[in-house]
C-alpha cells in the first residue's frame, strides 16, 4: 500500500504548498520500507513525489534532476514553474517510449508510475499542483492541474494504491469525515491531510503503508524545506527521508510530532 498527498496550508496568515508521502518502494517482488518517494528538484523551487512501481519511476525521476543540473534555462530569471512542467512532460513521454521491447503490453508497463508536481508560480502569484499521468492512446505523460479552480476555498489530492481497498476513495473519505467532524468543510486546510496519511500508515487493519511519513513544503520565497518526523509517535526515532537516525546523528532540520 502506498499514499501520498499534496495540498495548500493557509494557517495563521500564512501559505504554503505541503508534499507528503510514505516511504514504501515496490517492484519486481521486492518491497522496501526505508526508500526515498518525495524530491526537491536541483532548482529548488519545486516538489514531485510518485506511487507505483519504483523500477518505473525512478529511472525517470534521475534523468529529469540530472537534466535540470545542467540546463541553464532553469536557473535564468525569466524561467517559469510552467517551463519546467513542460520540461517534465516532453522528458518523461520521450523516455517512456524506449520501453517497447520484451513486454506483453508496453502501456500498461509505461503507466506504472504516477506523479504529483507542484511549487509556486510567480506569474500568476499562486501555488499549483498537478497529476501527471501516461496517456496510452497518446502515447506520452500529461498533467490535469488540480488548482485551476479559483471558486475552491482548498486544494489538496491523494494518489495511492492498496490491495484490498480503493486507497484514494478511503483517504478523500476519512478527510471529508474529520473536516465535518471540525465544522471545517470547504474551508482552508492546516494539518488535516498529514493527519489522514498518519492514520493510514499507523493503522495496519486500515490500510498500513510503509515506512515514516515524508514531508517537505514550497513557500512563496520559492524555496523548499524538507522535514523530519518521530516516528511511529514523538517518543519513537527521528526519520528524515525513510531513514532511522538517533538524536546525535539526525539531521539538522525540523521534526514534525506525530501525536
Same mark, same amino acid.
Given at each position: 500500500m *502506498?499514499? $501520498?498527498? %499534496?495540498?495548500?496550508?493557509q494557517a495563521n496568515d500564512t501559505e504554503e504548498l505541503v508534499f507528503a508521502t510514505d516511504s514504501e518502494l515496490r517492484g519486481g517482488g521486492? /518491497?522496501?520500507?526505508? !526508500?526515498?518517494?518525495?524530491?526537491?528538484?536541483?532548482?529548488?523551487? %519545486?516538489?514531485? $513525489?510518485?506511487? !507505483?512501481? *519504483?523500477?518505473?519511476a525512478y529511472p525517470l525521476i534521475l534523468n529529469l534532476i540530472s537534466s535540470i543540473t545542467y540546463e541553464d534555462l532553469f536557473f535564468r530569471k525569466s524561467y517559469t514553474l510552467i517551463d519546467l512542467k513542460e520540461h517534465v512532460l516532453e522528458l518523461f513521454s520521450t523516455l517512456i517510449k524506449t520501453i517497447s521491447d520484451y513486454v506483453d503490453d508496453k502501456h500498461k508497463v509505461r503507466g506504472e508510475a504516477r506523479f504529483l508536481f507542484g511549487g509556486w508560480d510567480w506569474q500568476k502569484g499562486q501555488f499549483r499542483i498537478w497529476m501527471i499521468l501516461y496517456n496510452p492512446e497518446k502515447e /506520452?505523460?500529461?498533467?490535469s492541474e488540480l488548482?485551476?479552480?479559483?471558486?475552491?476555498?482548498?486544494f489538496y489530492v491523494f494518489i495511492g494504491e492498496a490491495s484490498k481497498i480503493? %486507497?484514494?476513495?478511503?483517504?478523500?473519505?476519512?478527510?471529508?469525515?474529520?473536516?465535518?467532524?471540525?465544522? /471545517?468543510?470547504?474551508?482552508?486546510?492546516?494539518?488535516?491531510?498529514?493527519?489522514?496519511?498518519? *492514520? %493510514?500508515?499507523?493503522?495496519?487493519?486500515?490500510? !498500513?503503508i510503509g515506512g515514516s511519513l515524508q514531508i517537505a513544503k514550497v513557500y512563496k520565497s520559492n524555496k523548499t524545506e524538507f522535514l523530519g518526523i518521530y516516528w511511529h509517535s514523538i517518543k519513537g526515532r527521528p526519520c528524515f527521508q525513510g531513514r532511522e537516525y538517533n538524536e546525535t546523528n539526525k539531521p539538522l532540520v525540523r521534526y514534525f510530532d506525530p501525536d
Open positions: *502506498t499514499l $501520498c498527498t %499534496a495540498y495548500i496550508r521486492e /518491497k522496501w520500507d526505508k !526508500g526515498i518517494k518525495l524530491f526537491e528538484l536541483p532548482n529548488k523551487d %519545486a516538489l514531485l $513525489c510518485f506511487t !507505483g512501481t *519504483t523500477s518505473r /506520452k505523460f500529461e498533467a488548482t485551476e479552480d479559483n471558486e475552491r476555498t482548498n480503493d %486507497a484514494e476513495e478511503w483517504a478523500n473519505d476519512e478527510l471529508t469525515k474529520l473536516l465535518i467532524k471540525d465544522k /471545517k468543510l470547504h474551508m482552508k486546510l492546516d494539518m488535516e491531510p498529514l493527519k489522514i496519511l498518519r *492514520t %493510514a500508515a499507523l493503522d495496519n487493519e486500515i490500510i !498500513g
